[in-house]
């Protein structure tokens, strides 16, 4: 016997208001992680723009594609290939400025620029930073600022990777690269796998990125305690803390993008260019507790052409271990020094 009351209609509106509240939780917890992750970019971007600390004397800035770079040319006026040094993962170019001397001192012209996201150059909130990414930072900087001849290019712990990077992409351009203190290896500092996936959480992420970063002794990174420049570098910290409110956010993005245990492949690329047209030479410390000896093995192995060298006694502040009165030391890591030494061989 058929019903007089149908409910049909009933429990298909009940089956729509039941769908609708799930895809209503659905959108709410799919939406929120969004809300924050735009929050946060949004307030990145304002903190970017109230870092208005000066440019260091002779610092300028050029406009790429992905945002203000900042760049310094030593020596504008001496003669010889130009020096490119690339810095590290946590500082910025004005680290690297005892070693740029030297090379000014010896008739060189040295370009001295910051990453993305370091010192005065910007941050691309939305762009991953990879080797890549900074290669072409790179290659954009020497076009803005008219040097199209050949360099001598040198990276130092993170900076080189991004140098084989570069080389690796542009053969043409590089005379001789040196790596210096190598990061990106497997013998590199061992991150757990689970730490980029802990630094994709939304604000979670830059707490912990302060906290990394307040508890790293960077200046021991550049100078040790009894060096005659451990009072610059320790103005130059606390500086960069105070001047630098977009660092947190960088160091967030590299931890998770740049692979730094896994960037072998770039030096690879390097080791199948031709041995005579590229000179590589690779420098470590022996006392090097962040970037131990194996690195140097890992990178001859990918590029067998390359000469190592260790540093007796060096750690990993050697690039700041060059002074007028320690010239051996200077011998020893400088591009100057490599192409001198014949590890560059003309065709």
């Known amino acids: 016997m058929k019903s007089c009351f149908d409910c049909t209609p009933v429990l298909s509106l009940q089956f729509r208001s039941a769908s609708l509240a799930w895809h209503e939780h659905t959108l709410c917890v799919s939406f929120v992680p969004q809300a924050l992750h735009v929050w946060q970019q949004r307030r990145r971007c304002r903190e970017i723009r109230d870092n208005k600390s000066p440019l260091p004397r002779g610092g300028r800035l050029a406009e790429l ?45 040295v370009l001295l620029w910051d990453l993305g996201g370091r010192g005065w150059s910007s941050y691309g909130a939305a762009l991953p930073h990879t080797p890549a990414l900074f290669a072409g930072q790179l290659a954009e900087l020497l076009l803005a600022i008219g040097e199209h001849d050949e360099i001598d290019l040198a990276g130092y712990s993170m900076g080189a990777p991004i140098a084989a990077k570069f080389a690796a992409t542009f053969p043409s351009r590089v005379r001789s690269l040196v790596l210096i203190c190598p990061a990106g290896t497997t013998a590199g500092p061992c991150l757990p796998k689970w730490l980029p996936a802990l630094f994709s959480i939304p604000v979670l992420s830059t707490v912990l990125a302060r906290y990394s970063l307040s508890t790293m002794d960077s200046a021991s ?20 803390t105070r001047n630098e409110p977009a660092l947190p956010h960088s160091f967030v993005n590299t931890v998770r993008h740049f692979a730094l245990n896994a960037s072998e492949h770039h030096f690879a690329d390097v080791g199948k260019l031709r041995p005579k047209r590229l000179g590589v030479l690779v420098v ?17 192995h990918h590029v067998p052409h390359a000469t190592l060298h260790t540093v007796a006694g060096g750690d990993h502040a050697l690039m700041s271990h060059v002074t007028c009165e320690n010239t051996s030391c200077h011998s020893e890591v400088n591009p100057v020094a490599h192409t001198s030494e014949s590890c560059l061989t003309s065709e």
């Open 65 to 109: 594609a992905h945002g203000t770079c900042h760049y310094r040319l030593d020596g504008a006026d001496n003669i010889g290939p130009l020096v490119v040094l690339v810095h590290g993962m946590v500082r910025n170019s004005c680290y690297l400025s005892v070693l740029a001397s030297e090379l000014v001192r010896l008739n060189r012209r």
């Open 221 to 240: 990174e550049w100078e040790s305690p009894s060096g005659s420049h451990w009072d610059v570098c320790c103005q130059l910290e606390e500086a960069t």
């Open 284 to 300: 470590c410390g022996s006392d090097d507790d962040v970037i131990p000896l194996g690195a140097a093995a890992i990178i001859q």
